[in-house]
């Protein structure tokens, strides 16, 4: 592989973007789990969800820092690394990034510090708004970025003039026809990674004897999500494939380790896809699954490698098992969601260590399926960078050189392994350490001493004396 300017800016973006949508794929889920923590302290006053609550808040506001760290990095990379695609496609794709900005980013950052540093200082009322004002902002954000990215893949409402793109019609931009479904996949695989998480810690406190009420209820909360959004996950993920068949059959092809096409095409296990000789070795299949599942007939004809140009197919080496791990992790999943179901009919979730050290290793599987997933749908997407119209290579900056390119990703390197390296080993320390010691707004009825009229006898009255 020549590094020449071109592939070294793709991997430098591969980096910083696999860096940063960790953050976004926890976050977006953390602080929508910190809102509903905040409404039922609100409304109960057990201080369990406050205490709950402000933990998961410094959790949030140091992941939040980390993402907007790199994710500054990425808008700068557009100008230095890809003036090409920036001064074609900036008339339509620039208004959606600034929108994410106005709309989103702008409104996390105003009410964060209300979250962080109004406790106590605000009306619950007020804190609970800006709790949920936050978990909105980080939806916004996903609603934009997810917009302008699916864009590229399905482009709609422009037209070329000049060599530059501009916009004919806002809502066709904007809601272009792979959106709503890839909005619902990322939105749903990032509250799923956040559940793993949550209920990953919960189970370690379990298993260390440790914040045994916390962990109680943050286990049974992630898990009661993981059971409904797992088996939600895999219809979506069905459907975005429906969708990408229709827009982009190379993709598919790819993904699906598919030379031929035609019907009855295999649903391929195993393979490891030969480029030159255009074919597959040591290949594992069922027979005609792969028409079934693509078209819903066992007779449904899928689209082949072979039938596109050899310059305008994606490389299936990687795209095949990235593929092959996001849902592989999808049915792990499942089968978590179906286990906790029998345990806790049982009356045994909290009791189940084998369960509890199954929950603290499936802590990272989330974040694994979402950079499998994005490494499937990015490099599927080439040679394009706007599908069917903007080749990558016609998108990288002219002037950039070897050199330079090399430099600044061996300096990302560097930098983020520092700077990343000291957030996670603090990120991990508060994580040991845990939520602060419970304390309820108002006492239960049970707790508080039952009235009686005062007397003389009364030892506070003689105490008083």
């Given amino acids: 592989m020549d590094l020449d300017p071109l592939i070294l800016s793709r991997i430098q973006f591969a980096f910083t973007i696999s860096f940063h949508i960790l953050f976004p794929s926890f976050t977006v889920g953390l602080a929508c789990w910190i809102a509903l923590l905040e409404a039922l302290w609100v409304g109960t006053g057990k201080g369990i969800y406050r205490s709950l609550s402000e933990f998961w808040t410094r959790i949030f506001a140091l992941s939040f820092g980390l993402g907007v760290v790199s994710g500054i990095v990425m808008s700068y990379q557009f100008g230095t690394n890809w003036s090409r695609w920036s001064d074609t496609v900036g008339n339509v794709l620039g208004p959606l990034i600034q929108y994410e900005v106005v709309t989103a980013f702008f409104l996390e950052a105003a009410f964060l510090g209300i979250l962080l540093f109004g406790r106590d200082r605000v009306p619950r009322g007020i804190h ?3 709790a949920c004002l ?3 902002g980080t939806l916004l954000s996903s609603f934009w970025i997810l917009s302008a990215n699916s864009w590229m893949h399905t482009p709609a409402g422009f037209e070329i003039r000049d060599g530059r793109y501009f916009v004919t019609d806002w809502w066709q931009v904007v ?6 479904y890839r909005l619902a996949h990322m939105v749903t695989a990032m509250f799923l990674t956040t559940s793993f998480v949550v209920a990953g810690i919960s189970a370690f406190y379990l298993l260390k004897r ?4 916390h962990a109680r209820l943050g286990l049974g909360m992630a898990l009661a999500l993981i059971t409904v959004l797992a088996p939600l996950q895999i219809f979506l993920g069905d459907e975005h494939g429906l969708n990408t068949l229709e827009h982009q059959p190379a993709k598919i092809a790819a993904m699906e380790g598919n030379w031929e096409g035609g019907p009855r095409a295999p649903l391929v296990l195993f393979a490891i896809p030969d480029v030159e000789a255009e074919t597959n070795r040591l290949e594992i299949g069922i027979p005609a699954l792969s028409s079934l599942i693509l078209t819903h007939d066992f007779n449904g004809s899928v689209p082949g490698l072979k039938q596109f140009p050899a310059d305008e197919r994606p490389d299936p080496r990687i795209v095949f098992w990235t593929f092959r791990l996001m849902v592989g992790i999808g049915f792990v999943m499942l089968t978590v969601a179906a286990v906790h179901l029998g345990l806790r009919f049982r009356g045994r979730l909290y009791s189940s260590g084998w ?3 199954i929950l603290v290793g499936c802590m990272p599987i989330g974040f694994v399926a979402i950079l499998a997933g994005w490494f499937t749908t990015e490099i599927g997407r080439q040679p394009w960078v706007v599908y069917g119209h903007l080749r990558t290579a016609d998108a990288v900056t002219p002037s950039l050189t070897t050199e330079a390119a090399l430099v600044s990703l061996v300096s990302f390197v560097v930098a983020y392994t520092i700077i990343y390296g000291a957030g996670t080993y603090y990120l991990i320390r508060l994580l040991r350490a845990g939520p602060a010691l419970v304390h ?5 009825p049970e707790a508080q001493s039952p009235k009686r ?5 009364d030892p506070s009255i003689e105490a008083a004396e």
Avoid at 175 to 180: A, K, L, M, T
Avoid at 210 to 213: N, V, Y
Avoid at 440 to 444: I, L
Avoid at 453 to 457: E, G, R, T, V
Wanted: glycine residues 0%; hydrophobic residues 50%.
């Fill in 128 to 130: 609970l708004m800006a």
């Fill in 134 to 136: 936050v978990a909105l």
């Fill in 175 to 180: 809601f272009n026809p792979s959106f709503p």
């Fill in 210 to 213: 440790r914040h045994f009420d």
């Fill in 355 to 357: 369960f509890h050290r």
């Fill in 440 to 444: 309820d707004a108002r006492p239960p």
């Fill in 453 to 457: 009229p005062l007397s003389a006898a």
